[in-house]
């Protein structure tokens, strides 16, 4: 079994910066690391997303890219998300996932099997 602790989340005013942490308890070899993030009254949704596997690929939402990176440290335990530039359509509980999706299904919450705790994050305007 895989434990997944996210932290990092806070409150922040529009245009501001925060980064998000996920380790894992074990190195995380080979799978796609994930960050979803819900708002409340809606669906849980792809965020980021890294391959711990050689080739690293990293893939993003459109609503977050050019202001969201996905980073992992070496080891592999642990995963980062850059958030700059937020806004309040940001705002949300952000998960860490881990899973071995397709590269076309990385966003599927169903294709995930582990599964953080959640960390707040709130934007104001």
């Known amino acids: 079994q895989v434990q997944l602790v996210e932290s990092g989340g806070g409150s922040v005013q529009a245009g501001g910066s925060l980064r998000l942490s996920c380790t894992a308890s074990?190195?995380?070899?080979?799978?796609?690391m994930t960050w979803f993030r819900q708002a409340p009254g809606k669906e849980r949704e792809g965020v980021a997303t890294i391959y711990t596997g050689e080739r690293g690929s990293a893939y993003y939402d459109y609503s977050v890219k050019g202001r969201f990176t996905i980073s992992r440290d070496n080891a592999k335990t642990t995963v980062y998300l850059q958030m700059t530039n937020l806004k309040p359509e940001d705002t949300g509980v952000y998960y860490c996932a881990a899973g071995e999706p397709t590269d076309d299904r990385w966003y599927r919450v169903d294709e995930y099997t582990y599964w953080g705790q959640g960390t707040q994050v709130t934007v104001s305007s």
């Open positions: 074990r190195a995380m070899i080979r799978y796609y």
